[in-house]
């Protein structure tokens, strides 16, 4: 089975921008988190997506947002990029339920690697 | 609230002798404990996760750990370190009550296997 893709693998974005970045889930998993990971920081949750709606939301400001289409695949989008967005941006896919799948194992992709200047 | 410590940021072990990750954790329910490994510049990889049953669980590429509920504590082991293993493993913990519970990651621990 193909693992989680995203893309694109890097990105170097200027103050102001807006990014996207795409995650594709591993075949049959319905359930998308999100991270950021900066080394100061650690990895934080951003936002899980499970069968097109957000179930949860992590403590981040509005620029942050995402959705999820009906094949399970899934955006970020990034609106008035700061420095501070700078950072590795994971995505993860489990098999999830409606029940909230919390036995799941979450499995990462690669990363985009966002800067900003 | 639920959250992780890894008391280490770096753990320093020579190749063949045990190592140890330490990881202790705080949720209100059930912990659901997970432990992964980070690369330079990869994703996380799942290494192995505790949700119920026998204490010691055995995971991928020899790791196993031990749950220790009085203690709060899920701790990394492996009896025999190889240079290979030398990355950056995070502890996790989910609360298994909580319907919709997120996967809260500890801070990181960088394991460094000396020759």
């Known amino acids: 089975k193909a693992g989680v893709t995203q893309t694109p693998r890097y990105l170097i974005k200027t103050r102001g921008q807006q990014v996207t970045l795409s995650c594709s889930p591993i075949?049959?998993?319905?359930?998308v988190s999100w991270y950021q990971q900066t080394p100061g920081q650690g990895l934080q949750f951003l936002f899980e997506?499970?069968?097109?709606?957000?179930?949860n939301k992590g403590n981040f400001p509005g620029r942050f947002s995402g959705r999820q289409f009906s094949n399970s695949r899934s955006e970020m989008n990034v609106s008035t990029l700061e420095l501070g967005d700078s950072a590795l941006y994971l995505c993860?896919?489990?098999?999830?339920?409606?029940?909230?799948?919390?036995?799941?194992?979450?499995?990462f992709g690669p990363g985009t690697r966002l800067t900003v200047l | 609230a639920q959250s992780v410590a890894q008391p280490e940021d770096q753990v320093n072990v020579a190749e063949g002798n045990p190592l140890t990750v330490k990881c202790t954790y705080s949720?209100?329910?059930?912990?659901?404990l997970f432990w992964y490994v980070q690369y330079p510049n990869r994703g996380l990889q799942f290494l192995l996760k505790?949700?119920?049953?026998?204490?010691l669980v055995k995971g991928s590429y020899g790791f196993e750990a031990e749950f220790n509920k009085s203690q709060t504590s899920f701790h990394l082991k492996k009896p025999s370190a190889l240079v290979s293993d030398s990355a950056l493993y995070f502890c996790a913990v989910r609360d298994g009550w909580a319907g919709y519970s997120t996967l809260t990651f500890g801070k990181g621990t960088m394991l460094l296997v000396s020759p």
């Open positions: 993860a896919s489990s098999l999830g339920s409606a029940a909230g799948g919390t036995t799941d194992t979450q499995y």
């Open positions: 505790y949700i119920t049953g026998d204490n």
């Open positions: 997506y499970f069968s097109e709606t957000q179930r």
């Open positions: 949720v209100s329910g059930n912990p659901y």
């Open positions: 075949s049959g998993h319905r359930s």
